[in-house]
């Protein structure tokens, strides 16, 4: 569960670095991050890793909706754009169910399948498993009853601070519920722009840069919150409209199997 809750991370995004008071062993990561291979972003991946280097993050997960592309583009370039950040490679998965995050792909997971198979999916390729948003009521869930909260025993993390959350108690409810259930909780920005990156983000004990490393450092988990400004999540809107006028609407679902995308 979460280990503690620090304050809004406005004065870090005011100048301040969170390496600048920490000791050489703390990470800082935010573990979902939408760059314009989703259907609604904009962001270059440049943009994104640029952005997470200049606000002192030490590691960033792009999660496109039901794609990896984006996110390898990102890994390709950090080295020259952004040496001593680390890009993991991830992706928002749309389940029948409800929403999937897996970090440490090789290969997107399509869009469509049941929650089981897309863990399945995730687990086959080494990969671990978050659920986003859980009780965000106007974004697809995994716990829309209550049924549905024995898949937590089936996830590395759960998301118990979203900054996109802007409606209702879906947050608190959120780290209630990693409480509960003794559910690692993080904090994310799941920015869809690159004024959002690091609006909240996790810090952790270790290196979380592989899969082992940060299931290891979950349990660490400092979560630094804070909140998407109204008038940046006005962008989303846009970037739908433009992204369907590009033609890069949402992916179908398909149910054959994932599909290899070059490292």
């Known amino acids: 569960m979460p280990r503690a809750f620090a304050e809004s991370s406005d004065q870090w995004l005011a100048g301040a670095s969170p390496r600048s008071s920490e000791g050489p062993h703390r990470s800082f990561a935010d573990l979902h991050v939408h760059s314009r291979a989703s259907f609604d972003s904009l962001a270059s991946p440049a943009a994104l890793v640029r952005t997470a280097a200049r606000r002192g993050l030490t590691h960033l997960a792009i999660t496109d909706h039901d794609r990896i592309d984006g996110a390898v583009e990102a890994r390709a370039m950090v080295g020259e754009v952004a040496p001593g950040l680390t890009v993991i490679v991830g ?3 749309r389940t029948i169910d409800g929403d999937l995050i897996g970090l440490f792909l090789e290969r997107a997971v399509p869009p469509g399948l049941t929650v089981d198979e897309a863990i399945a999916e995730v687990r086959a390729q080494g990969g671990l498993v978050g659920i986003p948003h859980p009780f965000d009521r106007f974004r697809g869930s995994l716990l829309r009853d209550a049924r549905r ?9 759960i998301e118990a601070h979203n900054a996109r959350v802007a409606v209702g108690n879906g947050n608190v409810r959120a780290a209630e519920l990693a409480h509960r259930t003794d559910r690692p909780g993080i904090a994310v920005s799941d920015a869809h722009s ?8 996790t810090a952790f004990d270790g290196d979380p840069s592989t899969a ?4 290891a450092a979950l349990p660490t988990a400092e979560l630094v919150t804070g909140r998407s400004s109204f008038y940046v999540r006005l962008l989303t809107p846009l970037a739908k409209v433009v992204q369907r006028a590009r033609g890069n609407g949402k992916v179908r679902p398909a149910r054959d199997r994932s599909v290899p995308v070059d490292r």
């Not at 909260?149 to 993390?157: M, P």
């Not at 082992?212 to 299931?215: A, D, E, R, T």
């Open 149 to 157: 909260e024995a898949l937590v025993a089936s996830v590395d993390w």
């Open 91 to 93: 992706e928002e998965i």
């Open 194 to 201: 690159a004024f959002e990156v690091g609006v909240a983000y």
């Open 212 to 215: 082992p490393g940060l299931l």
